[in-house]
């Protein structure tokens, strides 16, 4: 039986899709163009991070101040919750009007000590870390009385342990955000010669009443 010889164009054509490149999707990964996305990855994190955590330390100041102020009107107030104890009817209702200004004064303290726009006081701090014992949320003004004096007795002891827990808190978030500095050092070599002392400095401070912190500013404040 004759064998047909194959078109020749069509043998061509096999010949040719066999010699082809392997496409786009075939090809192995660029480890270094990898290793940078990883990079970059790592450092939209940390700027991420670093502002959030920045910010809670700015809204920690702004409790603080809040808790001295408060403090110093709960004194007030207490003074003259024990005075009424003793008085008579007349002087009494006279103090106890004082007393409800004073009360006022401390709501309005409470309720002005915002950070970023929004209250000091109506945030979950332990979710940037388990650590932290601030309780923002068991300072209520609104819950004070007059009469015992007791009620007054415990909101400012409350502040003090409050105020206590909030500085402590503010230690602990700048301790881990030199850790993640000392974590993204190892991939980035950029790192090495960031001075994290300078954590404690004025310039960061003051990073804390600004906006949009990125990784770049961050390098400035502390190169």
């Known amino acids: 039986m004759k064998i047909t010889p194959q078109n020749a164009s069509y043998v061509n054509d096999i010949a040719t899709s066999k ?14 163009q990898s290793k940078e996305d990883s990079i970059h990855i790592a450092q ?27 403090s110093h009107e709960g004194k007030s107030l207490l003074k003259i919750a024990k005075k009424i104890q003793d008085e008579s009817e007349p002087q009494k209702q006279k103090d106890i009007l004082k007393a409800d200004s004073i009360k006022k004064d401390i709501l309005k303290t409470f309720e002005g000590a915002r950070f970023d726009g ?12 388990t650590r932290i014992k601030f309780d923002a949320r068991s300072i209520k003004p609104s819950a004070i009385t007059i009469d015992p004096p007791k009620s007054s007795e415990n909101f400012l002891k409350n502040l003090q342990n409050q105020k206590k827990y909030a500085k402590e808190a ?51 404040l502390l190169g």
């Open 170 to 220: 503010i230690t602990i978030l700048k301790d881990k955000l030199e850790g993640q500095l000392d974590s993204i050092k190892k991939t980035n070599a950029s790192y090495e010669s960031l001075d994290r002392s300078a954590l404690k400095d004025k310039e960061f401070k003051e990073a804390h009443k600004t906006e949009g912190i990125t990784l770049e500013r961050l390098t400035k």
């Open 44 to 70: 939209s994190q940390l700027a991420a991070s670093t502002k959030e955590i920045n910010n809670a330390i700015g809204a920690l100041q702004k409790a603080i101040s809040g808790i001295d102020d408060m």
């Open 118 to 129: 929004e209250s000091v006081f109506d945030k979950n701090y332990t979710l940037l870390d």
């Open 19 to 32: 010699q082809q490149p392997k496409s786009a999707s075939e090809k192995k990964p660029d480890k270094t």
